[in-house]
């Protein structure tokens, strides 16, 4: 079972109570953008043994979209934090680090 | 004028806890900026309570306040003052960035009442919270997954629950407490 600290209510909500959004930090590619930068944005996404980072929405509490960095192999969760963070936040790096030295995912490490 | 019925029609039921329709309750729900000076005074005014802290509800008699998200409040006002609560939150807060809706009788209000740790029991089966009283203490409000359904929840008093839930699910929400309030079905996991 998972549970996500929300980072708006505070609490520990468990998965039953959330709401999956699937990979976090995209980059959007709309218009003038090449067609393969738009099709990585649309469909290219990671799928990692590992650390990841997702979008969860705590759909039954507060309704707020937060983000996610675990471990899909343990489910291990290493920090959440607002979704209105364009990249991980020191500190939940730090956290993977400590666990995961030498971590990769995407253009972050 | 017609005559307001509660989502409930005053059920009852009497099993390890007693179950049972709260009745008719004012419920407003309003967003906006907690940081708002505005919006704080229009709150006060509206209730007497100030601006709850994160999860945090206030309450005396059937009027209160209830922190539901970080924009979010619900207002708990006698049901017949909702309708002018919510003219007088307008008219306060025009001009800001708000949203104020009486949604009174849009919600299911259900009263649990017994002893303390059989009422956390009976909702423990249903909702993933740990019902601790050092983790759900009286003042605090928590919305979360009753059975199927989201529901608020807190503790009143030693004893006794409130539940509030949508009207469209509140026979739901009502027949699910009722059937994990079965007699002898205590598992006594809190102290009572």
């Known amino acids: 079972m998972l549970t996500l600290h929300c980072p708006y209510c505070g609490v520990h909500a468990d998965e039953t109570e959330l709401a999956s959004g699937g990979e976090a930090h995209l980059k959007r590619f709309g218009p003038g953008a090449s067609d393969e930068e738009f099709e990585g944005y649309l469909f290219m996404r990671e799928n990692p043994k590992g650390v990841h980072f997702e979008r969860w929405r705590h759909a039954y509490g507060c309704g707020k979209w937060f983000l996610a960095a675990r471990c899909t192999n343990t489910l291990e969760v290493f920090g959440t934090y607002p979704a209105q963070t364009t990249e991980p936040p020191q500190h939940v790096r730090d956290a993977i680090s400590a666990k995961r030295p030498g971590w990769k995912w995407r253009e972050f490490s | 004028m017609s005559n307001a019925l509660s989502a409930l029609q005053g059920a009852k039921f009497d099993g390890l806890v007693k179950v049972a ?32 802290q994160q999860r945090a509800m206030a309450l005396q008699g059937d009027t209160g306040v209830a922190w539901m998200s970080p924009d979010e409040l619900l207002l708990l006002v006698p049901y017949a003052e909702a309708h002018a609560c919510v003219a007088g939150l307008r008219a306060a807060l025009a001009g800001t960035h708000h949203m104020v809706e009486n949604v009174s009788d849009a919600r299911a209000f259900i009263a649990l009442s017994g002893a303390d740790g059989l009422v956390r029991e009976v909702l423990a089966k249903v909702v993933p919270v740990d019902m601790d009283p050092q983790h759900m203490p009286e003042g605090q409000m928590r919305r979360t997954k009753l059975a199927q359904v989201a529901a608020a929840i807190w503790m009143q008093a030693p004893g006794e629950a409130r539940v509030v839930c949508f009207r469209s699910v509140g026979t739901y929400a009502y027949d699910v407490l009722c059937t994990v309030a079965a007699p002898n079905s205590g598992v006594g996991f809190y102290a009572s």
């Open chain 2, 21 to 52: 329709d709260a009745g008719l309750q004012g419920m407003i729900t309003l967003r906006g900026d907690f940081a708002d000076a505005k919006l704080q005074a229009a709150v006060k005014e509206a209730t007497g309570h100030d601006l709850p």
